[in-house]
Structure formats: C-alpha cells, structure tokens
C-alpha cells in the first residue's frame, strides 16, 4: 500500500489539499468460521494488505465527495440524504458516518480518496478494511450493507499485530494475542477467484437457522438463558432435533463443533503441535462443506489438493460461497503444493487459483 500514491490522488481530485492518511489492513482466521455471531472464538489475525484512505473536513456542513481510486469512481451524496448513495463502496462510508452521528460524534462534509490492496471478494474482508479506516463498521454492515455479519472482521482490522493472531471470545469480547510464527510451517492463501458477496447471499439464513435453534432449546429450558448456540450443549441440541429440522440442526451441530476446533487450537499452538492444528482445520472444512453448506465446487476441489499433497491443514476461509482456501502447509512441501494446486485447478477450471502469502500485520493506524 502506497501512501504517496493515494496522497497524489486525493489533492488532484480535490481542491489541491492534503488531509490525514489512515491505513486498516484485511484479515485471516485460522480457525472458528461463523461462530463470531454465535457468541462463541475466532481466531484471526490481520494481514499486510488493507485500506488506505486520505481524508480532510470540506467545509460543508453535509457534503461528502469520496472517490474511489482503483475503481477510478468518484461520488458525492449528502449525510442528510435518507437514501444515501447507490454504489455500493460509497454506501459504507455513508453507513459509518451516520453510525458515527447515532453515537453523538458531530460529523462533517468531508473528501475522501482510498485505494487498497486486499483482494476484493476472497474473503479477506475488504469490506471490514474500509470500515476500520472510519470506525463502527458491523453497524454500517447490518443497516446499510444488508449482511448481519459478526464481529470478528472489524475486529481483527483494529486490534490486528503484526505477527500475533489473537483468540476473541466473541460474547463477552476478550481477547488474547497468540504470537504465531510457526517453526517449519507457512501460510498461504489460494484464492479461487469464485467472487463471494455476503450480502444477498445465504450467509444472513445461516445465521436465522441458528437463532431458530437456540429459540427452540431456550422453549424447552425457560429456567436457563440461551442468547447464542454459545449457551446450548450438544445434548440439548438432540433434545429440538426433530422440531427443528434436519438442516437447522446441521447447522447447529456445526457450530458447537467450531466453538471445540477453536479451543483444541489454542490447546495445539501451545504445545507446538502444528499437525493437530491442521488436523482440526481440515474438520472445519469437512464441517462448512457438509453441515454448513458454505463451500463451492472450487473450494473443495482445492481442499482436495491440499490432501493429495499431505499439506498440514486447509480449509475454507471467511464467509464461504468462494473466496479463498487458507492452507498450513510444511515449507519442504511448499513449492510442489503450489505447483500441482496452479496446474490442476488451471486444468479443471481455465485459470489458476491466485496465490496468497500471509504476513500477519498491524491494525488500524494513522499513517500521516
Ligand atoms: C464473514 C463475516 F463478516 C464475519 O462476521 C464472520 O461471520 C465470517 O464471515 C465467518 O466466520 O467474514
């Protein structure tokens, strides 16, 4: 990411000044997928590629003129505008901004430049980089994006340290830096380039199916409090399975599991045991793949070369419906992994999958 780059933009497009420059960088997650809205670990870090955005007050008491540089789309719309904007990189600043004003900050007309360098759609939470730039960005996803996401993207963009994951518990939002340079081991991403959108796509009936569970064990136990799968055992979840129906308590049975894979991770990285780790992350795959339905042909089929070439754990990263693979594979083992992941994929599909090397930075910060 360039901060000269984005500072020559932002005074050509504007009237010639310079205003503050923030960067928030995407995300990974080794383990624990979905399981933020459910109350239950994640396990992400934040990567080297993100957001940066140049902004500076305009002047005007409403009026915010954003472009967007790698789109090379420029936008105005004003805050008091009910509708807000229609293009929908422009929508989140709009979201955050009145976010912003529904808590008491008194937001101005602004001008606003920002490029980034995290794949768009690859599950990599561009969305959440963008977001992280401003502040409050699970709110602007919720209202104005239409995905009742979790918070796991916005947080790993803002507490994210360069080379530390951190385990959130995502219900009472402890967390915990976990420094992660694994000895012999790297990881890297395979992008499958099948574009996932959150928003219209099935991720918002994933989550109803899981609240749908957790209504019904809580009808069966009014003495407890059951806000999330979080607070429901596996028993009680066999209790509502035929009320319930089989895909619901699919999804269920998946989630009560990811909350357990999150814990022997933690367990694993403390006792240096990269093997059980990957062990676990092939699980989840098996889990988002059949129990949750989150994954695509795409996605399986690179799964499928992680095995073939004895990688130590691979799994769908993020959301799921496309986007990437997140692999821990042996370095021994690395090149050929890739090599073989490249000429099959290009094979069966007519393009290789893009590859991803992760290094684990910083969160959200002021650059300049
Ligand atoms: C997306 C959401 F934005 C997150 O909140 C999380 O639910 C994730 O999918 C799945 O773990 O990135």
Known sequence: MDIEFVRSRFVKHFDGKSGNVYASPGRINLIG???????????PGAVDK???????????????????????????????????????????????????????VPVKGFNIAFAGDVPLGAGMSSSAAMESCFAFGQATEHKYIGVNCGIMDQFASVFG???CLMRLD???????Y????????????LDSAVKHQLSGSPYND??????????????????????TLRDCTWEQLEEVRAEVGEEDYKRAHFVLGEKDRVLGVCEALNAGDYER????????????????????????????????????GSRIMGGGFGGCTINLVRNDLYQRFIADAKKRFCERYGHEPKVIDVVIGDGSRRLC
């Open 50 to 104: 993100g957001v940066i955005a140049e902004i500076r007050a305009n002047g005007t008491s409403d009026t915010v003129m954003a472009y967007a540089i790698d789109l090379k789309d420029r936008v105005d719309f004003k805050l008091s505008d009910p509708d807000g904007p229609r293009a929908s990189w422009a929508r989140y600043i709009y979201g955050i901004a009145l976010e912003m004003q529904a808590v008491g």
């Open 277 to 312: 780790v990957g062990e676990l992350m092939y699980q989840t795959h098996e889990g988002l793949s059949k129990e949750y339905e989150v994954s695509c042909e795409e996605l399986d089929f690179l799964n499928q070369i992680a095995r073939d070439n004895e990688v130590t």
């Open 206 to 227: 994933r989550r109803n199916s899981c609240e749908n569970v957790v209504r019904h064990i809580a009808a069966h136990h009014p003495e407890g409090t059951f806000e």
């Open 161 to 163: 340290k360069a080379g």
């Open 170 to 176: 995502c219900r009472s939002r402890e967390f915990q």
């Open 178 to 189: 976990f420094p992660f340079k694994p000895d012999g081991y790297r990881l890297v991403l």
């Open 33 to 43: 997928e979905h399981t933020d809205y459910n109350g239950g670990y994640v396990f």
